[in-house]
């Protein structure tokens, strides 16, 4: 029996915008099934596609991805469609009102699609200082106005759909719209996060929309509809992301953010109007297998993200140790590799808080990020492993030059959504999408037509450095500036065999600063320990963002947990709560994995 009933008829669409490609096919949506699905960790069995695959975070999401490409739309086609239901459906991870980090490739290139939020030009290293100059407490700064950085998510599908769609911008928008006016029920994942949350009930807009007249979240399969969010597409739909950046709706954001009753912020119409997508060069480093003698290149995504960079350290570190031939002890890692993997994820985290930043306001050590990757420094590094753990690993000097910036102290990051994308034209889609925090800066932007809903708004500025000076008052590289991107933790990543160039995955995480350890795993667990995607998500998860070693709780044994103090680790256990999405090329076609950590699916052709 299903919900909803389908009203595509709305949206046979043949109009073509300016905010579209030339129209190709149609596309006409049909509302899907809503079963309620448990919010516990559920094992997932892999899904084997023919001609393409699409995986996202929810299935709700996951199905428009697929009916986009069952209509023959590209593999951007079906990240627009996935996103739109993403900011209804999973509106605490990403939306419309956040940034994100796209990887494409054609079947010939790499591009990589910058759509990060940006700092507002009025924005200064001041920012999250109290009057005596000391940082504000930490959620003081996330729910207010101070913290929303200028959105990039709708410019930057804009762009990559300019070039690489197939299908038409306005049809892409149906799925969202169709769910938003119907209604789509309230998920498990939704909820907890509800049951969570403190700050977002002091939002008028929000609290109307999440909660019922007691102030109590809705339960799980509650019908939630957002017609002002189908209102909002309705828009975009004919204008591009445009509709998000001039006009009413741009008033109504500007408005949120400079009325924050307690700390506003100095967000412009104007600098809405401004924003723009930056296209940058992907970052790629080759991977020797050790096991196998295989090589790889592994793509990600270049500064401000930091991910690309700190996988290719820590691999490039651990093959220089036996970590690189160490097996799978009884199905997980064992407290050996362990202790190598986290020694060189402190050295890349110590790098990444000294050197990481908007490559637009910092330089790069020695002029080229790829310093960090050079094969004399990687092993002078990995030489300061040993059979203890350091604890509290210090930056390195990759340029053999002394930096202008201090380290950047430890820092909350939260959030994000990611989705993987294979199309029957070759094209695939690494992209990770945010708003940082769970339900963002706490704000729900509504035009005030009447209608119930709207979108939320990031925080993204959180992730600059709150103290933008050390001690000495020397300046840290991600402080905030003006028009400046923070620095983020998001790793897309696209894999090809070295030999051949072929397309070999697309993957990535959710997870705040830790996503670089879940895409990590992700890619060990193929690449050297020969596992499906699957399995190899389905992994325990662990990392240290150089200091303590954080296991997933409850996954690894006690003796592991002593060995590894026996080697001098402060180890600790924590949900870590990953959501990876990822799909690989198998001979046969596709084979997708999802989470069994939150409630993402893989659809596709069946073989």
């Known amino acids: 029996m299903k919900l909803l009933t389908p009203t595509a008829a709305y949206f046979f669409l043949t109009l073509a915008v300016g905010a579209c490609t030339p129209l190709h096919t149609t596309f006409i949506y049909a509302t899907p099934d809503q079963p309620n699905d448990p919010v516990s960790y559920q094992e997932k069995p892999g899904w ?42 999973e509106p605490q991870s990403s939306g419309i009102g956040g940034g994100a980090f796209v990887l494409h490739h054609d079947g010939g290139k790499v591009e990589a699609y910058d759509g990060r939020e940006t700092a507002p030009p009025a924005a200064n290293e001041r920012l999250f200082l109290d009057d005596q100059g000391k940082p504000l407490p930490f959620m003081d700064s996330v729910a207010s106005g101070l913290s929303v950085g200028v959105p990039g998510t709708l410019s930057v599908l804009e762009l990559a759909h300019k070039e690489h769609g197939k299908l038409p911008w306005a049809s892409l928008m149906q ?22 949350e403190s700050y977002l009930k002091n939002d008028p807009v929000a609290a109307s929309y999440f909660y019922d007249a007691q102030g109590k979240p ?34 109504a954001l500007v408005n949120k953010v400079r009325q924050h009753p307690i700390r506003p912020g100095g ?13 940058r060069e992907p970052l790629c480093f080759d991977h020797v297998v050790q096991t196998t003698g295989k090589t790889y290149a592994l793509c990600g995504f270049p ?73 004399a420094y990687i092993k002078q590094r990995s030489s300061l492993i040993g059979t203890q753990s350091m604890k509290l690993a210090q930056p390195g000097k990759p340029a053999q030059i002394k930096t202008a ?9 939260h959030g994000t959504s990611h989705i993987s994308v294979i199309d029957r034209h070759g094209n695939a889609v690494a992209m990770t999408t945010t708003i940082e925090a769970v339900f963002g800066s706490r ?49 897309p990543t696209l894999v090809f065999e070295k030999d051949t160039g072929k397309l070999k995955m697309t993957g990535g995480s959710p997870g705040g600063a830790v996503i670089i350890h879940y895409t990590g795993k992700l890619l060990i667990g193929t690449l050297q320990w020969g596992l499906n995607t699957q399995q190899a998500i389905s992994l325990p998860n662990f990392s240290s963002l150089n200091g303590p070693t954080v296991l997933e709780e409850r996954r690894f044994s006690v003796e592991t947990i ?41 659809m596709g052709a069946k073989p």
């Open 218 to 251: 809705h339960p799980v399969g509650h019908i939630l509809k957002n017609p002002e969010l189908a209102a909002v597409l309705r828009d975009i739909a004919v204008k591009g992301s445009s509709a998000l950046k001039e006009g009413p709706l741009a008033e």
């Open 405 to 413: 910036f201090a380290p950047m102290a430890f820092q909350e990051e």
């Open 267 to 279: 967000m412009t119409v104007q600098d809405l109007a401004d924003y723009r997508v930056k296209k």
């Open 443 to 491: 704000m729900m932007v509504n035009s005030g037509q009447g209608r119930q809903g709207g979108f939320l708004l990031n925080n993204e500025l959180t992730d600059f450095s709150s103290a933008p000076r050390d001690a000495l008052g020397v300046p840290i590289a991600n402080r905030v500036e003006g028009g400046k991107r923070p620095r983020s933790s998001m790793s």
């Open 48 to 89: 084997a596609t023919k001609e393409f695959a699409v995986a996202a975070a929810n299935p709700l999401a996951t199905d428009a991805g697929y009916q986009v490409l069952m209509a023959g739309g590209s593999a951007i086609d079906a990240a627009v469609a996935v996103q739109m239901v993403l900011t209804l459906v």
């Open 562 to 602: 002593q060995a590894l103090q026996s080697k001098g680790h402060e180890v600790r256990e924590s949900p870590l709560p990953s959501g990876l999405q990822a799909i690989e090329v198998t001979p046969n076609g596709f084979f997708g994995g999802a989470d069994p950590r939150r409630e993402g699916v893989v």
């Open 303 to 375: 500064p401000p993200s930091s991910g690309a960079l700190a996988i290719g350290q820590i691999f490039g570190i651990l093959n220089h140790t036996p970590a690189g031939k160490l097996p799978l002890v009884q199905g997980v890692p064992s407290a050996e590799w362990l202790h190598f993997y986290t020694e060189a994820a402190r050295l890349a985290f110590a790098d990444r808080g000294q050197f990481v930043a908007d490559p637009d306001f910092v330089e790069a050590p020695g002029g080229d990020w790829r310093t960090l990757w050079n094969p």
């Open 175 to 196: 799925p969202a719209i169709e769910l938003a006016e119907q209604g789509f029920r309230l998920s498990p994942q939704l909820h907890k996060a509800l049951l969570a």
